[in-house]
């Protein structure tokens, strides 16, 4: 079993829904990261938590650390939005480097 | 302030080569991560370094790879005798000291091996 799960792998929506993606992980934590990778496959930080709820436009991320899991919620989606969406954690025995989930893949339909 | 730069882009050796795969942080960055992402899998943790120090070696295969952070000058990720399997893409990330700020990634090495 992968130390990070997220859910769903596939997501199909149309433009202007609000979509969630989640995250779930089996080890103690000190920090999560959310990012995205695009088709042309570059990847950027959307946020890094540790507690709490983040927003940023119309992305929101929150977690739970009592219960391992993490949301990542996108408002008012739109077609650019599609992408992949990787949750990463850095555990609290390892430093800084991240263990990765596989991602999921977010197409928004106009 | 430039973000996180690698070249090249895209590289293609044959079986048997070397590829060298460089990273330049940015600016003020003095740690260094790389990542690999084969096709089709998620990203996997290779290797951080800070300035002339491996300080987490553990994803590293434990033959023909090997990477260095130089005083002056990038990171290199160099891969001797490459094999179709090595066919990835590798992202490289930067954090400023200390430990436990974010990682910025750069746009990542696509190596193809023929």
Known sequence: KNEVEQSPQNLTAQEGEFITINCSYSVGISAL????????GGIVSLFMLSSGKKKHGRLIATINIQEKHSS????????RDSAVYICAVR???????????EGTQLTVNP | NAG???NPRHLVRRRGQ????RCSPMKGHSHVYWYRQLPEE????????????IIDESGMPKERFSAEFPKEGPSILRIQQVVRGDSAAY???????????????????RLTVL
């Open chain 1, 33 to 40: 990261h959310w990012l995205q990778q695009h088709p042309g």
């Open chain 1, 72 to 79: 990542l919620h996108i408002t008012a989606s739109h077609p």
């Open chain 1, 91 to 101: 555990r609290e025995t390892s430093g800084s480097r991240l263990t990765f989930g």
């Open chain 2, 4 to 6: 996180v730069m690698q």
């Open chain 2, 18 to 21: 070397e590829a060298r795969l």
């Open chain 2, 42 to 53: 998620g990203l996997k943790f290779m290797v951080y370094l800070q300035k002339e120090n």
């Open chain 2, 91 to 109: 992202f490289c990330a930067s954090s400023p000291p200390p430990i436990g700020f974010e990682q910025f990634f750069g746009p990542g090495t």
